[in-house]
Every structure is written in C-alpha cells, then in structure tokens.
C-alpha cells in the first residue's frame, strides 16, 4: 500500500465492470485515480488535471491504446505508462518497449501483478523529480512531487496544471528568457494561448507566491532569477 495519496492515476478502459473493480483496488491502496473511457477525454483530463502515472487497455472501444500512447509520448516522455490487453503479441509488446511503457500486464489483471507495476511507476516518477523542495525567495519553496507551494509560516497551496507547468519551464530555464511560443507549445501544448490568459496565469502564479517572482520581458516572454 502506498502511503499517501498524493499521486493521481488516469485509467483508460473502457469496460465498465474491469475498470470500477480495478480502480476502487488501486485507491484502496492509496493512490487518486481519474476515470474514462477514450482517448480523447483522456487527453483532455492529462492537460487539465494533475497526472503522474497512465494505465490504459490497448482494446478500447473502437480506438487502439497504443495511438493515445504515441500521441503522449511527443509531448511527454517521463510519465510512466502501464498498459493492459487481452492478447499477447510480440509486434504490439515491442511497440510498447519502444514508447518506454512501465509494465505490460495481461487481463484479466491479478492484483499482485498491477500492484507491482503500480510500484514501479511510483518508483519512476520518485527518480524522474527531485523530492527535495526547489527554494525560492522570502520564504517560500515549491514541491515538485505534490505541485505546491509552501510559505514562510508552513502553509501550502496547490498549483493548477498551467500553474506548476509554467512555474516549472521558468525554473528550468533559471535568468534566461522563456519566449511567449515555447510557453505556448510546453503550457498549453495543444491549445491556443492568448497574452491575457498568459498573464492571468502569471498573476495567479504571483499571488499564491510573492509579486516579483516572476519578470515580463515587455514582447518577447517571462524569466525567473533566483
């Protein structure tokens, strides 16, 4: 069992009956899990919603897992990904291995099995981000693991997705400038961004930290100095 929940897992599965029974399993043992049936509400709660790990079945309803999976992996390569199926084949078991998936787990799932590959993702994730806090300035810190902000009196507050994925490209680009279109492509990734949404999402960054952490470089993007 793991011992908190603050990791959140997308299941993809579009049996009604595997995909209850398997998840009230999976948060019996600690971890959040968001819920659907297709690919295409999956890729709106993986830009939407806190994600950290992907178990998905390969025989969706007319959609094969794998695309989902190939469509992530061009924006997103860390994120560990289980995969189910009721078939063994060799030509779709390599195509997994090359989308770097975690586990491949033939259904019906036994528990064991899940929860081992369940382990390992957790494992991943632990190794892909730092659970040291990043530091900033008066006072505050930012956990990479949870997605949120701590202040100088203890108390913590969660990012939004567009919030810790901004906050995280300006830390990783520390005293250089972001330019608005990378923002565009790493934040919003497959949607528009307007300068006001841009800088709506700035001031909510600022106001759940302090005003300066984040400086506008007048038409050309944003920096953090630390």
């Known amino acids: 069992m793991f011992k908190s929940n603050n990791f959140t897992?997308?299941?993809?599965?579009?049996?009604v009956e595997v995909r209850e029974k398997n998840s009230h399993f999976i948060r019996d043992n600690g971890l959040k899990v968001l819920e659907t049936d297709?690919?295409?509400?999956?890729?709106?709660?993986?830009?939407?919603?806190?994600?950290?790990?992907?178990?998905i079945d390969l025989q969706l309803s007319n959609e094969n897992g794998l695309d989902f999976v190939r469509c992530l992996r061009h924006k997103d390569v860390l994120t560990p990904v289980i995969i189910t199926t009721n078939y063994t084949n060799e030509e779709i078991l390599f195509?997994?291995?090359?989308?770097?998936?975690?586990?491949?787990?033939q259904k019906?799932?036994?528990?064991?099995?899940?929860?081992?590959?369940l382990h390992l993702g957790v494992k991943k994730i632990l190794n892909c981000r730092s659970s040291a806090y990043t530091v900033l300035e008066?006072?505050?810190?930012?956990d990479p693991i949870n997605k949120t902000i701590t202040n100088y009196v203890g108390a913590s507050v969660q990012l939004s997705k567009k919030e810790y994925l901004?906050?995280?490209?300006?830390?990783?680009?520390?005293?250089?400038?972001?330019p608005y279109n990378v923002i565009e492509?790493?934040?919003?990734?497959?949607?528009?961004?307007?300068?006001?949404?841009?800088?709506?999402?700035?001031r909510g960054i600022r106001k759940k930290t302090y005003p300066d952490i984040i400086s506008n470089v007048n038409g050309i993007g944003y920096k953090i100095d630390l």
Request: hydrophobic fraction near 45%; proline fraction near 1%; include cysteine.
């Open 185 to 202: 492509s790493m934040v919003w990734q497959d949607t528009l961004m307007s300068m006001d949404a841009l800088r709506t999402l700035v």
């Open 166 to 178: 901004l906050l995280e490209l300006l830390l990783n680009k520390q005293r250089l400038i972001v």
């Open 95 to 105: 195509d997994a291995i090359n989308l770097n998936t975690t586990r491949y787990l």
């Open 9 to 15: 897992l997308l299941y993809i599965e579009s049996d």
């Open 38 to 55: 297709n690919s295409i509400k999956a890729c709106e709660l993986f830009r939407t919603q806190k994600v950290d790990m992907i178990l």
């Open 138 to 142: 008066k006072g505050f810190s930012y």
């Open 108 to 117: 019906p799932l036994k528990k064991n099995d899940l929860l081992n590959a």
